[in-house]
């Protein structure tokens, strides 16, 4: 990588470093960038959410040429701002590129004209709209068009009996006079559409000259939730329903100010911002630690959200597990380092593409950042890890272990491990690793929407003297 020279030059600008992949994923970063890649929707590892990065990332990549340019991006609350280095990778280093940062700026917002907020809320109303129609001066329907699956009934209803005002077609929520009433009164009012269980807000907006009687009016439907299809209710358990309120609820609210929290932290604890003792550096690492582990769980609970949702699927992409594990071994690298751990790539023995599952990309690598970060907490120092991808024979599954030098899974934990709040810390003192116990969970999850399985195996079965082997099987991808 380049970025060690970078590190050593002292009157660099470079806030924050990130690295994507093949196909534009965040696959880490330091926590400038993560902070403003979770607040534009973005989740690590994952494409990359900050809009005018992820175009030049694009760019750079596709045209195998470097970029330097400066960029802005609004995170949600300030004005980010810096000038941004793109270095596309070779095949070697995973096809992706690297991104660096350089001169990170952060300033308020400018509040914006009453006129241009108006127009932009137009705007996003017109995007968003999923049924449109035209009416004429007297707000007679002339024509309508749908995309909503739900708006079927309503068009059918039209056509059975046109010519007549708009409004006699929908239920207008709160409006008990007769129609048709002033436009200027039904512009924002809600609505049921006939055989649609969601709610609707519509917009009316008058077509012609300022200042005189409209000649015509563009009349929108905006659906206040997105549809889904309908399917079998699933009781929810009092456990599930409460995951899924903290999921939903807490989640986004919860994750910038962890996420600054954790930043001011580091720069304490790295005397960025002045001389300190050390027992205060400490400390602040300790606060930073904390916030970490929180971020961690608020992720797992996004998760858990997610694999729990009715008709969660997956993506069918061709995922070669040899190169999976090596992109996994390397965002850890840094982490396996610190303890004086080695990670082991031991699938020398197959060739390159040789190990190709069926399964979704970006899950198959969530699985083993998991896996590994697992086998990295409960091994020793100066131990090793073993990452090992395995071709199927003829039509059977393809699978990749990882294997850990720690104290190993007695078959009464092998049993429980994968159970949800499931907390089997395995350090020698026998105390809680302090997880949220989501991780196995969600992972086995993912294996089995994958078609696949995930399993562990106690040491004396998973061919190790100490040490648990986890096992991801997924179904071979055919020619």
């Known amino acids: 990588m380049r970025w060690g020279c970078l590190v050593n030059r002292q009157q660099s600008l470079l806030a924050a470093r990130g690295l994507t992949d093949a196909s534009d994923r965040l696959l880490s970063a330091d926590e400038p960038l993560a902070e403003l890649h979770h607040a534009c929707g973005g989740t690590l590892?994952?494409?990359?959410?900050?809009?005018?990065l992820l175009d030049l990332v694009r760019q750079s990549r596709q045209m195998g040429l470097r970029i330097a340019r400066e960029f802005s991006a609004f995170d949600g609350e300030e004005l980010v701002s810096g000038f941004a280095r793109i270095h596309p990778?070779?095949?070697?280093?995973?096809?992706?590129?690297?991104?660096?940062?350089?001169?990170?700026?952060?300033a308020p917002q400018t509040p914006a004209s009453s006129h241009d907020m108006a127009e932009r809320a137009d705007a996003i109303d017109r995007a968003s709209a999923e049924v449109t129609a035209r009416l004429d001066a007297r707000q007679i329907v002339q024509f309508v068009t749908a995309t909503a699956p739900d708006a079927s009934e309503l068009l059918e209803k039209i056509e059975a009996a046109p010519g007549r005002a708009w409004s006699e077609y929908v239920t207008l929520a709160g409006i008990a006079h007769r129609q048709p009433l002033h436009w200027r009164l039904l512009d924002g009012a809600s609505a049921q559409l006939p055989g649609s269980q969601r709610s609707w807000r519509l917009r009316l907006f008058p077509v012609g000259a300022s200042g005189s009687a409209p000649r015509a009016f563009e009349l929108l439907f905006i659906a206040d939730q997105p549809f889904l299809e309908p399917s079998e209710p699933e009781e929810d358990t009092e456990e599930t329903a409460q995951s899924r309120v903290i999921g939903s609820a807490l989640t986004p609210v919860?994750?910038?100010?962890?996420?600054?929290i954790i930043a001011n932290a580091e720069t304490i604890r790295a005397r960025l911002a002045g001389p300190l003792r050390d027992d205060y550096s400490d400390y602040a690492g300790n606060i930073a630690a904390a916030g970490q582990h929180l971020a961690g769980m608020l992720d797992d609970l996004s998760d858990l959200e997610v694999v729990e949702a009715p008709g969660f699927s997956t993506a069918q992409e061709r995922v070669d597990l040899a190169d999976v594990a090596r992109r996994a071994a390397g965002i850890l690298g840094v982490r396996a380092q610190s303890k004086g751990i080695t990670l082991l790539l031991g699938n020398a023995e197959e060739p390159e593409g040789n190990v190709l599952a069926t399964a979704e990309f970006r899950r198959v690598l969530?699985?083993?950042?998991?896996?590994?970060?697992?086998?990295?907490?409960?091994?020793?120092?100066?131990?090793?890890?073993?990452i090992t991808a395995k071709a199927g024979g003829n039509s059977g599954p393809v699978s990749v272990s990882v294997i850990d030098q720690g104290p190993g899974i007695s078959?009464?934990?092998?049993?429980?491990?994968f159970d949800k709040f499931e907390r089997l810390g395995r350090d020698k003192d026998g105390n809680p690793d302090g997880g949220s116990g989501?991780?196995?969970?969600?992972?086995?999850?993912?294996?089995?929407?994958?078609?696949?399985?995930?399993?562990?195996?106690?040491?004396?079965?998973?061919?190790?003297?100490?040490?648990?082997?986890?096992?991801?099987?997924?179904?071979?991808?055919s020619d």
């Not at 590892?45 to 005018?52: D, F, K, N, R, S």
């Not at 919860?254 to 600054?260: S, T, V």
């Open 254 to 260: 919860l994750r910038q100010p962890i996420a600054r």
């Open 366 to 386: 969530q699985i083993l950042i998991n896996l590994i970060g697992n086998a990295i907490n409960y091994s020793p120092e100066n131990s090793a890890v073993t």
């Open 89 to 106: 990778l070779d095949e070697k280093e995973g096809d992706g590129c690297e991104v660096l940062v350089e001169n990170w700026q952060r």
């Open 438 to 477: 989501l991780g196995l969970y969600i992972s086995r999850k993912l294996a089995l929407a994958m078609k696949g399985e995930l399993e562990v195996l106690p040491a004396e079965e998973g061919g190790s003297v100490s040490g648990a082997e986890f096992r991801l099987s997924l179904p071979q991808a």
């Open 411 to 417: 078959r009464e934990q092998a049993v429980k491990i």
């Open 45 to 52: 590892p994952g494409t990359l959410a900050v809009p005018e």
